[in-house]
């Protein structure tokens, strides 16, 4: 999870800070399920990549296999906390 406002640690956590935050590589994330992912938070405002990029994938197969696939759901604090 993230918080509301950037914190001084993160390289890349600035702009806006949606409730969710769907990270993904194209290689390990198919339309098919970023589509599944949209619809099962549709109540959530969700940007991809942002304010965290990508998803983690083992090595091994990373960019090399794509039977792995790999999304990461990052949820920001208040969204669960109030």
Not at 47 to 60: D, E, I, S
Request: charged share 15%.
């Amino acid at each position: 999870s993230y918080p509301e406002h950037e914190l001084p640690y993160e390289l890349h956590g600035g702009g806006f800070r949606a409730p969710l935050c769907v990270g993904s590589d194209p290689f390990h994330a198919s339309a098919a399920l970023l589509g599944a992912v949209a619809e099962s938070f549709s109540g959530l405002e969700t940007r991809a990549n942002t304010p965290f990029a990508g998803a983690y994938v083992p090595l091994t197969h990373y960019q090399t296999d794509a039977r792995v696939s790999s999304v990461m759901l990052e949820i920001r604090r208040d969204v669960y906390l109030n």
